[in-house]
């Protein structure tokens, strides 16, 4: 009998193991099963945000734009599931919750870093806990590893993987469709609000006659031209200065001044162009460009800044370049838009010109001295304090091409009319260093040319097609496409700044041992992608004193040239009484990110 029991027992415990064997085994079954993302077509346009939870100007969505779920906790059990999900830029992650108690918080195992979480990307540090029912989404407008854990089962292994991907392919320069013409002067423009590349006039030849009174838009998503049915208003449709400027929350292509081809006269017209109604609106002669009262000069570099256009120097045709600076405002009276700033420290036209931050760049730009030359004329304009600053020289001479802000860089983009040139090299000026790299970190395009539309979402493509050849005569048609590869965006710039606000609440239990995590965020101009996490220790004791070490480090990708560290030191005085738990609650403010300058080449 007592043997009998034992073996009984023996057999019991066997079956038990057995049991708890095959369960965890079916269990991992299920889940190898669905480690495939489900993905579904998504029901509703999709909106993109970044990281900090702002849109996303940058991410339009494809027309592919998925949705991808994640169950919380299914079973009961402290895992999210699929644990890992692999998907694109602009698919969005919807996290759905089979138990109560958990959360989706961004960040390595138990280290917030408040890039998102659950349930509306706010407070992520404190680490809120949701119930069965609840949904969270999150869109995904970059490219990178996105690591997230339950705040409250995260020591229990509870954590996930998203792993977003592309954004563009394929990587760095390739051909793109031809322009339906060729086309010499015209001006590039990237209009954020629907993601597409705008080319507004320029001219099919150098002959009278030829100029291109027209709009083309290029579609990334569907990778194709189309000329719009408008007409601009007039024939002088080459060298304008344009660039996107918004009127009560309504965005446009502004377009300053113009020549016809074959004439020695330039309009001081303003018009503005909608992308979205295909049509077009010329301003009172009140608001003519002052800085052709002449009526014989070319706008010379131009620029975005605060929703103002700045116009840099000019080109009194054939005679000489001019310096004057001037802003325009188009939300201001007729007849009170425009406002004449500093001079340049030299006449400059066709000049490549840029914003970064709060500084308007010069890099490079054409002269006239019995004919065009191009120059390194290189200097900085600050737009607020109204003064000029010098700057390195670029490495080389040039003019007849754009500057463009890219990932807090500026860009100089081939262009020159003396051999060497027309050129095909990208140089690029780095504020912080004060200095330039040659084909760095964008390579140089395929195809030499000047006088070309040119222009970036500031983060991840840039575009250029037509121009003039390397003969420096014949015009083109050809497009070339800049794509960056997937997570090497981001170069933060020198006006990165970390701010850490730890601000503990008073009361805590002096034998509680909380983890805070502050996430100070690095955001950096034009690129927010650059994010610092930090984790700060903390150890209570009776007597009520506690510090907050932070260590900030920024993942920044591929071509980061700068490794902000930041070093976010919290002091707290509790009071006297300490009972319950801490909370630190560090909201990243999110910078807005400039939009890239638009607008171009001509004469
Ligand atoms: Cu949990």
Known sequence: MKKLSTAGRFIFWLAIIFTITFLVRAESGDRRASTHPQKE?????????????????N???SA??????VTVAPGGSFVFDPSTVNISVGDTVRWTWAGSGHSVTSGQPCQADSQYCSPNDMNCASGILSNTGTIYTHTFGRS?????????HCFLGMTGTVNVSGGCAPSGWSAGPNLPTVLVRAVGVWFPADGNFYSMGGRTADTVGSDFQHVLRYTPSSNSWTQTGVTLPDNQMNNMACGVLAVSGTPYIYCVGGSAAGQTTATARVFFYNPATD???TLTAGDNWPGD????????????????????????INVASTNQIWQFDPTLAVGSKWLQR??????????????????????GASDYSGGVIDTTNSFSFNPMANTIGTIAAIPRATGETRALNFNGKMLVMGGGRTAPNPSMEVDAYNPGTNTWTMNTPVPAFTTARRNFPTDTDGTTRIWLGGGYASDGITPLNSMEIFCAAAGATATPTPTATATATATPTATRTPTATPTASPSPTVTASSTAIATATSTATRTPTATATSTAVSTATATAAAT???TPTATPTATTTPAATPTGTPGITPRPAPTPRPRPTTPPPRP
């Open 41 to 57: 077509l998504a029901v509703a346009p999709i909106t993109i945000f970044d990281e900090n939870g702002q849109p996303d100007v």
């Open 59 to 61: 991410g339009v969505p």
């Open 64 to 69: 592919t734009s998925t949705i991808v779920d």
């Open 144 to 152: 990178g590893t996105y690591s997230y854990f339950c705040a409250s």
């Open 279 to 281: 049509a077009v609106t």
């Open 293 to 316: 009262a002449a009526g014989t000069i070319l706008p010379g570099g131009f620029t975005i800044y605060n929703n103002k256009l700045y116009i840099l120097g000019g080109f009194n």
């Open 342 to 363: 500093v001079n340049a420290p030299e006449g400059i036209m066709y000049a490549p010109t840029c914003t970064i931050g709060n500084t308007i760049y010069v890099g």
């Open 560 to 562: 980061a040239t700068r």
